[in-house]
């Protein structure tokens, strides 16, 4: 498959070149991005940047994280237990509890979502949306050891318009968005946006009667933004956007339930069939986030902008489900957190030395204050002592401070006309303050008191280098290092030891170009990391533990390149190729049998450790092919239908370290097709209607080894199966 892969792009590519030439004169629009925390076009950049504005994703319906699956090189997204687990060029999230800190990073409007959870957000009334691939220590800080993902929310207008959709799909979905903006007063513009989407029909069908299905969901949303222009140097704006997420979760199991500890589990119905479950719990999960972003950019002269950014977000996560993934009433579960998290930025950006040197310097300051519990009824005891349900139960609660401080330097030089050199350094001091307490703790970890106080502080220098050359006016090359760091913590699962940062120095290549005459694009890089101490999750003794491994080494290569071949037709293809896999690592696999991994057997010289260097990273699969065509057919009668068809192949994709067939997802492939129609050239309304995952692909999104009472076992959600939708949309 490897083989007919690289012939397919090779063939590809000779025939679309040559095409190109022939285009009518239609060219690729530039892209703006903010990833240097300046503007340039996605071109310019020196990184590795996938970018879409907010046109292309109302067109392609991306409407959330998974969508970014098949839409950018090197990117895993799945979702477990309320968390987002997103993977960038095999560098992601490892933790399946609400606690631990992101290795991708998401940011609104330049504010860091600190809660995984906050990440299933909607991506509606976007400006643009743009996928930094690689550490960005030194601009972003910490906890972006994978890269980066920024949403550019639409600002305010200074001329009135307005948009209201409605779409109708199946699984009972319905969703109505609006939005107006436009000037309040001279100085003071205004915009709000809203949306409802409710899917009442879930994907996964519960077989057992009397029980909801799971995985439904309803989202609630609304943003307002102001922009106050008091002079022509100084603009200010405050936006405030509120979220609220409802839907249902529960634990799908690919591996039968053990009855060794427990009879209870003697001939208790489960399903590893796609879609099906059997929960006996009506499954609860729900989200509400508020985020507020004051932006201020003050002009002090021509050259010199001072730029302030406050934001605040209280997230609040809720879930209760069935943890045992059978019908036998056995355990249930239920967890949540609440945090109010502080972030203040200062920068100051100047044009010095007739624009030659151009100087971003700027300090940091961070903090997130977070209550997380989780609530473990253990029915199978009252069952096995005759006691009422929910009479016997684990409770933990972890309450943690985060505080961080940084400054940092990044300067790009313009040597010559066509010779850059760049570079930056960040210094980060970081605290976490965290209380531990557990009502029936588990003996192993020494639990008896009440609370147990814990303090960890950590400071980090982390640096970016590079050169970049014009090799003509529309086609550079670039050579960079960098670096990215993720907080340490603790290991508030389980026993609360504190586990150390990890690290990753990347090493990176990349070529980007455009020619025939504007109607081609080429943007390519080849990486090489060196990824450290890299923050692992493990099963011992039926809790989850967190551990820093020893080491991993990531290779690969990306390009992403668009053709215009007339003023109809246009087609994109982008390639992933990754080699990252484990070195100097052994890990103890708690599924080889019960008792593997705990104390006990590691004493009696009876637990088996596994080499798994050179086996794969979890959520990095080796090769990943993406085409989208665009085609547009003017009617006779007036108007236009636009389609757009979508293919991406996802090559095997380990979800644990110990490159087990059971542990995978096998290649896959998934289609979406996209038509829209516009009646005439003055028309306001626009019809759409999507298909996604088009042939219906069974596929999982994430599997996970779980603590459970009936022997630890691999569960995960699937992803959801085809859907279609028809929208209308009216401009005014």
Aim: aromatic letters at 12%; a negative charge; charged letters at 20%.
């Amino acid at each position: 498959m490897r083989n007919s892969t690289r012939n397919l792009i090779l063939t590809f590519a000779c025939i679309c070149v040559p095409l190109g030439v022939h285009a009518e004169e239609q060219l690729i629009e530039e892209v703006l991005v903010t990833a240097t925390k300046r503007d340039t076009t996605v071109m310019d950049v020196p990184a590795s940047v996938t970018a879409f504005t907010g046109e292309t994703l109302e067109t392609r319906e991306i409407e959330g994280f998974m969508d970014l699956n098949v839409n950018v090189p090197s990117l895993n997204s799945g979702i477990y237990n309320g968390q987002v687990f997103t993977t960038i060029r095999g560098v992601g999230f490892g933790q399946t509890h609400g606690t631990a800190d992101p290795a991708v990073a998401q940011h609104v409007d330049g504010i860091h979502l600190p809660r995984t959870s906050s990440l299933r957000g909607a991506y509606h009334d976007l400006g643009s949306l743009e996928v930094l691939r690689g550490p960005q220590g030194t601009l972003y800080g910490r906890n972006t050891t994978g890269g980066s993902v920024n949403l550019v929310t639409r600002k305010p207008t200074d001329e009135f318009e307005g948009r209201v959709g409605v779409l109708y799909g199946d699984y009972d979905r319905v969703q109505a968005s609006a939005m107006v903006s436009g000037p309040i007063s001279d100085s003071v513009l205004g915009r709000v946006s809203i949306l409802y989407d409710d899917r009442d029909k879930a994907y996964t069908k519960n077989l057992l009667p009397g029980f909801d299905d799971i995985d439904d969901e309803e989202i609630k949303s609304i943003r307002g933004a102001l922009r106050f222009l008091p002079s022509d140097s100084l603009t200010i704006d405050l936006s405030v956007h509120y979220e609220d997420w409802e839907g249902g979760w529960g634990f799908l199991i690919y591996t039968p339930p053990s009855d060794a500890l427990w009879p209870i589990y003697i001939g208790a119905q489960w399903t590893a069939e796609p879609h099906k479950a059997y929960v006996d719990a009506d499954a609860d999960d729900g989200r509400e986030d508020l985020i507020v972003v004051l932006n201020v950019e003050w002009a002090l002269s021509d050259n010199v902008t001072l730029n302030s950014k406050t934001g605040f977000i209280n997230s609040e996560w809720s879930q209760f489900s069935d943890s045992d993934g059978t019908d036998a009433f056995v355990v249930t579960y239920t967890t949540g957190s609440e945090s109010d998290t502080w972030s203040q930025e200062f920068n100051l950006s100047a044009a010095l030395f007739d624009d030659r040197l151009d100087l971003l310097a700027g300090v940091y300051y961070y903090n997130d204050d977070l209550d997380w519990h989780n609530s473990l009824p253990l029915n199978f005891l009252d069952h096995l002592f005759g006691l009422p349900p929910f009479t016997t139960y684990l409770r933990t609660s972890f309450d943690q401070e985060t505080e961080s401080f940084a400054v940092y330097v990044d300067a790009t030089h313009s040597v010559t006309d066509d010779w850059r050199v760049y570079g930056g350094v960040r210094y980060t001091e970081e605290e976490k303050d965290a209380v531990v307490g557990s009502f029936i703790g588990a003996p192993i970890c020494g639990f008896g008191a009440p609370e147990i106080p814990l303090n960890e502080k950590w400071d980090e220098v982390s640096f970016r280098v590079g050169v970049q050359h014009d090799l003509t006016d529309q086609s550079m090359v670039y050579a960079q290092y960098s670096q990215g760091f993720r907080s340490g913590g603790f290991d508030s699962s389980s026993c609360a030891d504190p586990f150390e940062p990890e690290f990753n120095d990347a090493w990176e290549v990349g070529f980007k170009s455009t020619f025939g005459d504007g109607r081609v694009t080429l943007r390519s890089s080849a990486f090489f990391y060196d990824y450290t101490d890299l923050q692992l999750g493990q099963l011992v003794d039926f809790q989850l533990t967190i551990e820093n491994a020893a080491k991993a080494e990531v290779k690969g290569i990306e390009f992403e390149t668009q053709f215009v071949f007339t003023d109809r037709l246009q087609v994109a293809l982008n390639y992933s190729y990754l080699d990252a896999t484990y070195k100097d690592h052994q890990d103890c696999d708690s599924l080889l049998f019960i008792g593997n991994c705990g104390a006990a057997a590691i004493a009696a010289g009876t637990a088996v450790f596994e080499d798994v260097s050179g086996n794969p990273l979890n959520r990095a699969p080796e090769n990943s092919l993406g085409i989208v065509a665009d085609y547009v057919l003017p009617l006779n009668g007036g108007g236009e239908l636009a389609f757009t068809a979508q293919w991406t192949w996802i090559d095997d994709i380990q979800y644990r370290p110990f490159d087990r067939a059971i542990d995978a997802q096998e290649a896959y492939s998934v289609g979406n097709l996209f038509v829209s129609y516009v009646p005439d050239g003055d028309s306001r309304l626009t019809l759409k209607g999507f298909v996604k995952n088009v042939a219906d692909e069974e596929y999982v999104s994430m599997i996970s080894a779980t603590a459970t009472t009936s022997f630890n076992r691999l569960t995960g959600p699937w992803a959801p199966p085809r859907t279609w939708g028809f929208q209308a949309v009216w401009d005014f």
